[in-house]
């Protein structure tokens, strides 16, 4: 994986949990269309697509889950 990439799984994970707090859980379709569109050409086999959706899919839960966390927390 590549610096760029974990880059971008932070930032889509730290968007997902900065909606999520201020109410704005639309926001995270917002997301997710930016980060398709940046892997758009790198989408171009089954697998690297299914790897995108895994990887995309599980990302957005734990942050999902850990904003959860923090918002019973408070």
């Known amino acids: ?3 760029a990439m974990r880059t ?6 730290f968007g997902l949990a900065g909606a999520i707090l201020v ?4 926001a ?3 997301i997710v ?3 398709g ?6 989408l171009d086999s089954a697998a690297a697509r299914e790897r995108f959706i895994v990887g995309t899919l ?3 839960i734990w942050a999902a889950v850990c904003t959860a ?6």
């Open 8 to 13: 971008v799984g932070y930032l889509e994970r």
């Open 23 to 26: 109410g704005q859980p639309a």
């Open 37 to 42: 569109l940046g892997r758009f050409t790198e």
């Open 1 to 3: 994986m590549t610096s």
């Open 58 to 60: 599980g990302s957005l």
């Open 69 to 74: 966390g923090i918002i019973s927390a408070w």
């Open 33 to 35: 269309a930016v980060k």
């Open 28 to 30: 995270v379709a917002i």
